[in-house]
Antibody
Framework: VQLLQSRVEVKEPGESLKISCEAF????????IGWVRQMPGKGLEWMGI????????RYSPSFQGRVTISADRSINTAFLVWGSVEASDSAIYYC???????????????WGRGTLLTVSS | QSVLTQPPSVSAAPGQKVTISCSGI????????VSWYQQLPGTAPKLLIY???KRPSGIPDRFSGSKSGTSATLGITGLQTGDEADYYC?????????????FGGGTKLTVL
């Protein structure tokens, strides 16, 4: 199992952004994919999850409306999308796989290496 | 402010044992499984414990987990310098907007 993420993204405030998480080594549609933010020197923040099998998506209220989580089963890839980034979005974004049972506390069992987003003018 | 409460830091000498607590409420830890993650400096988190007390393949039995009521605990025995890392608990919270995942604020382990 591998989750492949782009390593670095540099954007200016107001730009749109789509970061990706390509899955290898398992049936993409059978597991949830989650996104986790880690701001510099801070802890992990749960952003949301998507089940590629039926596109069921759940968001943290803290991120609802700010980002969109999507998935494309044809290319085994999940996405995290911003319409307009801000400096406060600068952070590392991890994708992680979650077995079914997400809503009873199934773990994130495999993680990507993270995408470092820097937003600066 | 994290939904789950962890001590900011713990420390112990090599070879000793340490425990890290994770406190929640009935809608999260009380009703759902707890997982624990280890994050070594500059790396992605790694799953240590799932379903309260189970270890994934490859995780040594020096690491253990338990849950009682609305609290969970991670135990590490035979501490090694390589165990210095940040440790996070995580679970699902059934009460927040139809439910969402939650993490603790993290605990920095120092092996003196």
């Amino acid at each position: 199992v591998q989750l492949l993420q782009s390593r670095v993204e540099v954007k200016e405030p107001g730009e749109s952004l789509k970061i990706s998480c390509e899955a290898f080594g398992y049936k993409f549609s059978d597991y949830w994919i989650g996104w986790v933010r880690q701001m510099p020197g801070k802890g992990l923040e749960w952003m949301g999850i998507i089940y590629p099998g039926d596109s069921d998506t759940r968001y943290s209220p803290s991120f609802q409306g700010r980002v969109t989580i999507s998935a494309d089963r044809s290319i085994n890839t999940a996405f995290l999308v911003w319409g307009s980034v801000e400096a406060s979005d600068s952070a590392i974004y991890y994708c992680a796989r979650q077995p079914t049972g997400a809503t009873v506390g199934a773990p994130f069992d495999y993680w990507g290496r993270g995408t470092l987003l820097t937003v600066s003018s | 402010q994290s939904v789950l409460t962890q001590p900011p830091s713990v420390s112990a000498a090599p070879g000793q044992k340490v425990t890290i607590s994770c406190s929640g409420i009935s809608s999260n830890i009380g009703y759902n499984y707890v997982s624990w993650y280890q994050q070594l400096p500059g790396t992605a988190p790694k799953l240590l414990i799932y379903e309260n007390n189970k270890r994934p393949s490859g995780i040594p039995d020096r690491f253990s987990g338990s849950k009682s009521g609305t609290s969970a605990t991670l135990g590490i025995t035979g501490l090694q310098t390589g165990d210095e890392a940040d440790y996070y608990c995580g679970t699902w919270d059934s009460s927040l907007n139809g439910g969402q995942g939650v993490f603790g604020g993290g605990t920095k382990l120092t092996v003196l």
